[in-house]
């Protein structure tokens, strides 16, 4: 079956025609959000599938439908309820959910994901609704593959799965199976919506480990395992299981990872990496999608990659994962390894990293800079901070991951931006009250010169008659083309140069001449972003001989691949 096909199943299924064959009879049609049209079945498909009486008599349009659930949806008084109710008619209408998101995607992304998912994740357990995906548990690791084999789908039938332990959750931290579920419905839906990855051939997986979340232990209401998070062998033995049932029964499948703590999310993907096609959104896709507002930076200000200083204010997973991106791109651009990597100043709680600190993490240790060149820089009781490291490096780049509300301080960015004429300054942290700093002041500080993204969106900033447009580093940006690409090319593996590729289509997008323009699209713009980075990513693939198909016309196949929410005419199979 080719990419973006609808799979087949015991209920139903896709006809060359692009319409459904059916056994399904009455309500159960009415029950299957894949199948369900609502009032917009058509009188003669009311009658072949039995809905006769069951529906008003009046028949629907799409559009019809979708003014009316869009104004219900603007009637809920808070964001959180708003979620709610998508997630409902989600459960009843998958092509209406889409269209709807499709036709207020700018507006609904914040809903559905970053960062009003968080909220639904807390109240995951009191808000139980219709399950998505499978339930994996590290106490039951002989049952991963029963739990796929129930989904009845066979081995060309699925392209992506998205899977999350829940450690690490949009900065609120462990929030056990609540999490892993909410997150990975959430990832797929932004998969679809924004590249057209069709949602009947995904698969969201929640891996229950256990949790350290006191609350949610000793509360009634949750649903996962109630016993403290599973590490070490027995942890890596459960992933290794799903790893291993996940390729072996759906080989053609992307595994996305999302949401593991540090000390799993690095080594999970270096050993799987270079054996199947996998990528981690939080180290990979953040990396890539600073990458790309990097490089309209460094164009903006007429400089090079290989001429900056980096400074990265939050050296946890994320963090380092952008170290890495910028540090290839310095490669790239001329430097050597060793070069690039001694270009890179990495701060986290502890100050700034220094080669002979205990407890640094395997991913830090390369970055941390050698205790003579700092022997005499001033210490604090936290370490050399960060302006102190500001002022010793005079940095061109200062990123923050950190969540460190305020961290960027007028007097750090002041000091700055006395050191170069135009600083480039990414407080990517999220939600609002997590930012490093602001946009409004640091264009104020720098008397309008800053090149700015952050992590939210934020609105239009206008100083001494100059209209600014910031930029967001939302992953939304990135991941869902590179998904639809490694589809696309049927890639044995995501490489670095395909994340390069990405990063360079979505930052082909945008002209950064004008005084004030954004360093990224805006995201109002994702289908056309989306396809953009999927052609991008899927010609690398075939140039590195990572795609298992032949791409004769690369964009017209990423445009076939697209699945659009629109109803298809659906026939009974006359059982």
Not at 259 to 264: A, E, V
Request: glycine share 10%.
């Amino acid at each position: 079956m080719s990419p973006g096909k609808r799979m087949p199943n015991l209920m139903f299924a896709e006809q060359p025609d692009g319409s459904y064959v059916t056994s399904l009879r009455g309500l159960a049609v009415l029950r299957e959000p894949l199948l369900n049209k609502g009032t917009a079945f058509s009188q003669e498909e009311r009658a072949e599938l039995g809905l006769e009486g069951l529906l008003p008599p009046v028949t629907e349009t799409l559009d019809e439908q979708a003014r009316r659930v869009y104004a219900q949806y603007r009637v809920q008084p808070t964001n959180l309820l708003k979620n709610v109710y998508l997630e409902a008619l989600r459960d009843r209408n998958e092509v209406l959910y889409y269209r709807l998101l499709a036709d207020h995607l700018r507006e609904m992304l914040p809903i559905v994901y970053d960062p009003t998912v968080a909220e639904a994740i807390r109240t995951y357990s009191h808000e139980y609704r219709r399950p998505r995906g499978v339930y994996l548990s590290v106490d039951d690791p002989d049952g991963i593959e029963r739990a796929f084999k129930s989904l009845q789908l066979g081995p060309d039938d699925v392209d992506l799965i998205v899977a999350s332990d829940a450690e690490e959750i949009l900065g609120i931290g462990d929030w056990g199976v609540g999490g892993g579920a909410g997150i990975a419905a959430g990832k797929l839906a932004v998969y679809s919506a924004a590249a057209g990855i069709d949602p009947g051939r995904v698969i969201p997986v929640a891996l229950d480990v256990g949790t350290d979340n006191e609350a949610l232990l000793n509360g009634p209401d949750y649903l996962g395992n109630r016993h403290a998070r599973v590490r070490g062998q027995r942890y890596d033995d459960f992933i290794d299981a799903y790893v291993t049932a996940a390729t072996r029964m759906f080989p053609g499948a992307l595994l996305h990872w999302e949401d593991f703590g540090p000390s799993n999310a690095r080594r999970i993907l270096e050993k799987y990496t270079g054996r199947i096609c996998t990528f981690n959104d939080d180290m990979q896709g953040t990396g890539a999608i600073v990458l790309a507002a990097m490089l309209s930076a460094v164009k903006a200000s007429m400089t090079s990659m290989r001429e900056q200083r980096i400074v990265i204010f939050g050296s946890g997973t994320a963090g380092i994962g952008i170290a890495d991106q910028l540090r290839d791109a310095m490669i790239r651009d001329g430097l050597d390894h060793e070069e690039a990597i001694r270009r890179i100043w990495p701060i986290d709680q502890q100050g700034l990293l220094v080669d002979d600190m205990t407890g640094l993490r395997d991913f830090q240790q390369p970055y941390a800079r050698p205790r003579d060149e700092v022997a005499d820089w001033t210490r604090g009781e936290q370490g050399i901070s960060l302006a102190e490291v500001v002022e010793r490096v005079k940095p061109t780049m200062l990123l923050g991951t950190s969540t460190a509300h305020g961290a960027f301080t007028e007097q750090i960015v002041r000091m700055m931006a006395a050191g170069v004429e135009r600083p480039i300054i990414f407080p990517i942290s999220n939600p609002t009250e997590r930012i490093e700093a602001t946009p409004g002041d640091l264009i104020r500080w720098t008397d309008g010169r800053a090149l700015i993204a952050t992590g939210i969106p934020v609105e239009p900033i206008t100083y001494n008659g100059i209209t600014y447009a910031i930029g967001q580093a939302n992953n939304a940006l990135l991941y869902p083309g590179l998904g639809l690409g490694v589809v696309v090319a049927r890639a044995r593996r995501v490489s670095p140069g395909m994340f390069q590729a990405a990063a360079e289509a979505v930052g082909s997008l945008v002209d950064v001449s004008a005084p004030g323009a954004s360093l990224l699209p805006q995201v109002d713009n994702l289908r056309e972003v989306s396809a953009t980075v999927a052609v991008a990513v899927a010609d690398r693939a075939a140039e590195e001989h990572l795609a298992r198909t032949t791409l004769r016309d690369t964009v017209q196949q990423v445009q076939d691949a697209m699945w659009q929410p629109r109803y298809r005419p659906i026939h009974g199979n006359g059982r």
